[in-house]
């Protein structure tokens, strides 16, 4: 059991108080949660600003998996794979509330890719990176057994993991904050200048107030807004431009009975998951199309939720209908563009740390590309570079502690512990609180000794106090962050349910507006 940072409960000094940041950070994506946690528990002061809600975009659209990415064997890229390979193990420690093992089903379809190439590469994946926890791959006859087509008579097993990919973003925020970092969602960055030794900062809080801070480091972590924070706010020319590949998801009522999910291979070479989702549904993605739009306002199109549907009941008895889809998700995955490349599953998921600035002058680290499963070790090394501006930093921590609420040994004993401390809670609030937060649920627990106390009861468990906790330590504003990113709530609630949630929300919105 990995245990919390050791600096993580004390109360920092705000930068505020000096006007003067170590470290500012742009996005509060994936990536720059994890380079605000990393730069912060290492001794800096760091400001991180994100134009939306926190994961509000790509972090909060993936696949929902800590993997090594069996099929980016076939690119060669057998650095990214160890890499990720091994940090589905340090994840799975320190982060074991929102990360678990996973065993993944993967049918054999002689006319796309033999036998003997899957189980080579299986062998590949079993070794190439550490595995210390995880169970290796094996393989054997379906006999028509399960919910495959008769025709599928053989199939592989392996391990990876899965992830709540927005949570694994928020909880990095709320480690970050309880080290010292200032959080500052629903806040853009204008422009970004050198003015001697120091980054001069213009943001926008909200829609109306202007504000100026200094920074000794600037890293832009803004994802697919990566290259135009570049050119727009920091007026330096991109040395990447940013491939913009759109990613759609859909949610059915539970496919099949089990905890396995299943990885399609197709015509086209790319592969699809079928994931147990939130207890009741199966999630199935992803696409990979060319995106040209805004970011903010990608959508799953008809065109890609035919493709899913054709996959599935390709390779399922069960019949998917559009008539099944529970809810639908996209989000744009910010790749590094390679003009020599065509197929946007072909286009490498690593990622590039660009720094700008030399020891005179106040450096700026450009983050591109990157997966959901590397974000640890790229907060690493980009921190790591900045190092030289930062002497007095400590050494780098994040792969020996645990991210905030994982500081327990297993979801069966947490369960206990909280079950024997708060009798009253139900067993459906026991696991979601165990999932969601670890550790972290005794904070808006604390003092409640009944159902009564949790106050209004909004449905699927979720209760007043829970909400108050979300707005006011995980900077939860509205109805989509609590429902869809906070927790996942919003397949299990009601529309009556998510109206009368609503119109909390903004009675609490007015409230805090009066004061």
């Known amino acids: ?106 049918p054999h379809r002689p006319h796309l890719r033999p036998r003997w190439m899957l189980r080579a590469g299986l062998f590949l994946y079993d070794h190439l990176g550490k595995r210390t926890t995880l169970p290796g791959s094996t393989g054997g006859p379906l006999n028509g057994q399960g919910p495959l087509k008769p ?93 913009l590949v759109q990613g759609s998801h859909i949610v059915v009522p539970e496919l099949y009975h089990g905890r396995q999910a299943y990885i399609l291979q197709n015509e086209d070479e790319r592969i699809v998951f079928v994931l147990p989702y939130e207890g009741g549904y199966s999630l199935i993605g992803t696409t990979d199309v060319d995106y040209q739009g805004d970011p903010a306002r990608v959508e799953p199109t008809d065109g890609e939720v035919e493709y899913l549907l054709e996959v599935v009941n390709g390779h399922f008895k069960r019949q998917l209908k559009h008539s099944d889809i529970c809810h639908r998700f996209s989000g744009a995955r910010p790749l590094i563009s390679d003009a020599s490349e065509a197929d946007p599953s072909a286009v490498s998921r690593d990622y590039s740390l660009t720094l700008h600035g030399d ?12 997966k959901l499963t590397t974000y640890r070790r790229l907060a690493e090394a980009a921190v790591d570079k900045l190092k030289p501006w930062f002497p007095n930093a400590t050494p780098a921590w994040t792969a020996e502690y645990a991210l905030a ?53 909004f449905g699927a468990g979720l209760t007043e106090r829970e909400i108050k906790y979300l707005r006011e330590r995980e900077w939860a504003r509205d109805l989509e962050a609590i429902l869809w990113r906070r927790t996942k709530l919003g397949l299990h609630l009601s529309e009556p349910q998510k109206v009368r949630l609503g119109e909390y929300l903004s009675e609490l919105a007015g409230e805090i507006l009066a004061v």
Not at 210 to 236: D, K
Request: hydrophobic share 40%; net charge negative; with cysteine.
């Open 1 to 106: 059991m990995f245990k919390p940072h050791p600096e993580e409960r004390r109360i920092a000094q705000s930068a505020a108080d000096t006007a003067i940041y170590d470290l500012l950070v742009i996005g509060g994506g994936v990536n720059g949660v994890g380079i605000a946690n990393d730069a912060a528990g290492r001794g800096l002061s760091v400001l991180l600003c994100e134009q939306h809600d926190l994961a509000s975009h790509t972090s909060s659209a993936s696949s929902k998996l800590v993997h090594g990415g069996l099929r980016y064997l076939e690119h060669y890229e057998f650095r990214l794979v160890r890499e990720a390979l091994g940090e589905r193990e340090v994840l799975l420690n320190k982060a074991p509330h929102i990360i678990w093992p996973l065993r993944f089903v993967l």
């Open 405 to 457: 609420g994982g500081d327990f040994a297993s979801h069966a004993s947490l369960t206990a512990e909280l079950k024997a401390e708060f009798p009253w809670l139900t067993d459906q609030q026991l696991d979601r609180f165990v999932r969601c937060y670890g550790t972290l649920s005794r904070v808006f627990l604390r003092g409640m000794r009944s159902q009564a106390d949790m106050g209004e009861q």
């Open 359 to 370: 020891a005179s002058e106040a450096p700026l680290l450009a983050v591109y590309g990157g």
């Open 151 to 243: 025709e599928i008579d053989y199939a592989f097993e392996y391990s990876d993991c899965w992830a709540d990919d927005a949570r694994l973003v928020v909880l990095n925020a709320v480690q970050a904050a309880s080290l010292g970092a200032d959080i500052r969602p629903y806040t853009r960055c204008e422009s970004a200048s050198r003015v001697g030794d120091l980054w001069q900062v213009d943001l926008l809080v909200g829609e109306h107030v202007r504000e100026r801070v200094q920074a000794r480091a600037l890293v832009n972590a803004a994802g697919p807004w990566a290259a135009r924070v570049m050119e727009r706010v920091v007026s330096t020319r991109s040395p990447y431009g940013v491939r």
